[in-house]
């Protein structure tokens, strides 16, 4: 019947197929296929749609779930650039689940790179200026308002380590929660030179004493060995470009 849709349910792997191209652009010419009664048919291609981007309602430890781990880079490889990166820039509203993807196949704003680690010291920074026109700046005293920042609500966070220091005032927490925070800051495998990134596993909870409102749940400092950590903004010394900012003052 004339606009009747049939379906192919196991496939098909004949010789012809290779005639037929992977992927079906808007202005590709029809294909025609004829049954044995004379009838012909026009392949209708499918659209298939791809996950990409996870929802802040999942669960911290499946915020890749539903992600494209490389901004859909190997699909813009596969088919011949036809396919876009569908990754976006970081932002106040996904800054929760952004992250970064260091796959050879990962998007760039140019073609795919590789996983590129640059040192950010002075000759680095005046020699992207050189190059770009851009200013970069680390960021640090980001002040901590809420209750949620502690490093008890969040399974991640951030900590400044003095090398052989005293802390001067350490604080005053429940045996428990110093001993969940310094197994995780002992067990970071974070190597930059000026802060320590800890993930605390989600069943390694802090004693709820802590959350007391007389308590400071968020300016913590702890001994652990022979250093000090200072619990500080999750953002403190990240690297942002400024131009903007500062070609507007």
């Not at 969040?154 to 927490?173: F, I, M, Q, Y």
Request: proline share 6%.
């Amino acid at each position: 019947m004339r606009g009747q849709e049939l379906l192919l349910r196991n496939g098909f792997n004949g010789a012809i197929c290779d005639l037929v191209p992977p992927f079906a652009e808007e202005y590709d010419a029809p294909i025609f296929g004829k049954l044995p009664s004379g009838e012909w048919l026009q392949w209708t291609p499918t659209i298939l749609l791809e996950d990409n981007g996870p929802s802040i309602n999942d669960p911290p430890g499946n915020r890749t779930g539903k992600v494209l781990v490389d901004g859909g880079g190997a699909a813009f490889v596969i088919t011949d650039e036809k396919l876009k990166c569908s990754n976006v820039r970081r932002s106040f509203i996904n800054e929760d689940t952004c992250f970064l993807s260091t796959l050879s196949t990962a998007c760039s704003a140019t073609n795919p790179v590789g996983e590129v680690i640059m040192t950010m010291n002075t000759t680095l920074v005046v020699d992207l200026f050189d190059l770009t026109g851009r200013e970069v700046y680390a960021i640090k005293g980001l002040v901590m308002e809420s209750r949620m920042e502690s490093p008890c609500a969040k399974t991640r966070s951030r900590w400044v380590a003095e090398r052989g220091a005293t802390c001067p005032a350490p604080s005053a927490l429940g045996a428990n929660t110093i001993m969940v925070l310094k197994n995780a800051i002992i067990a970071s495998t974070n190597k930059n030179e000026y802060v320590t990134d800890v993930d605390r596993p989600s069943t390694a909870l802090c004693n709820a004493v802590d959350w007391d409102q007389d308590s400071d749940p968020i300016h913590i400092q702890l001994q652990v060995g022979p250093d000090c950590y200072t619990h500080v903004h999750p953002d403190h010394l990240n690297v942002y470009d400024f131009t903007g900012w500062i070609t507007n003052q």
